[in-house]
T-cell receptor
Framework: EAGVVQSPRYKIIEKKQPVAFWCNPISGHNTLYWYLQNLGQGPELLIRYENEEAVDDSQLPKDRFSAERLKGVDSTLKIQPAELGDSAVYLC????????????????FGAGSRLTVL | AQSVSQHNHHVILSEAASLELGCNYSYGGTVNLFWYVQYPGQHLQLLLKYFSGDPLVKGIKGFEAEFIKSKFSFNLRKPSVQWSDTAEYFCAPSYSGGYQKVTFGIGTKLQVIP
């Protein structure tokens, strides 16, 4: 079974440029997460989807960040325009079900997309 | 606000030494508790989890963790570490309220010296 697939693995851009990251979760996983991980820190949630609905986007900086999961499967995270402080690893994860069910909140992570903004 | 605290940010041990990594969370309701591990060059992956029942849970590679509700703690232990345990370890509680958010601690870098 394929795991969570993310692309690109690495991206170097100049500030003020746009960038997009793509994630394909594990087949059948309804819940999809985007996390941001800065060096020396733990992952911080940006947005969580249940199917195609964004159920928690309270930590997403909406002035420059956007995300979509149009058909409830793969997802795209976009930054426009990028700033120097956006340099980080962007992690995608998925899980099979919601609270109370077997496997709930057990996250499977992708390899991450490392962004460097110059 | 819900939060998680990992007490040891960088731990260096010799092989065969015992390991205990502290984790405390701040939430009085129902929680699911997880430890994730990231080996050098690899993805974050699940090490072990607690949902309910026996508060002592066992995970992969000989790791275990004990849930102590009265102390809001979920400490990770291993009796004898190996060089291959060198990795970063993250405690991650998931809270039943609100958006059922999985919150990660800052992480503990473990370095095992042969």
């Amino acid at each position: 079974e394929a795991g969570v697939v993310q692309s690109p693995r690495y991206k170097i851009i100049e500030k003020k440029q746009p960038v997009a990251f793509w994630c394909n979760p594990i087949s059948g996983h309804n819940t999809l997460y985007w996390y941001l991980q800065n060096l020396g820190q733990g992952p911080e949630l940006l947005i969580r989807y249940e199917n195609e609905e964004a159920v928690d986007d309270s930590q997403l900086p909406k002035d420059r960040f956007s995300a979509e999961r149009l058909k409830g499967v793969d997802s795209t995270l976009k930054i426009q325009p990028a700033e120097l402080g956006d340099s980080a690893v962007y992690l995608c994860a998925s899980s099979p079900s919601r609270w109370g069910a077997s496997g709930a909140n057990v996250l499977t992570f992708g390899a991450g997309s490392r962004l460097t903004v110059l | 606000a819900q939060s998680v605290s990992q007490h040891n940010h960088h731990v260096i041990l010799s092989e065969a030494a015992s390991l205990e990594l502290g984790c405390n969370y701040s939430y009085g309701g129902t929680v699911n508790l997880f430890w994730y591990v990231q080996y050098p060059g690899q993805h974050l992956q699940l090490l072990l989890k607690y949902f309910s029942g026996d508060p002592l849970v066992k995970g992969i590679k000989g790791f275990e963790a004990e849930f102590i509700k009265s102390k809001f703690s979920f400490n990770l232990r291993k009796p004898s570490v190996q060089w291959s345990d060198t990795a970063e370890y993250f405690c991650a509680p998931s809270y039943s309220g609100g958006y059922q958010k999985v919150t990660f601690g800052i992480g503990t870098k473990l370095q095992v010296i042969p």
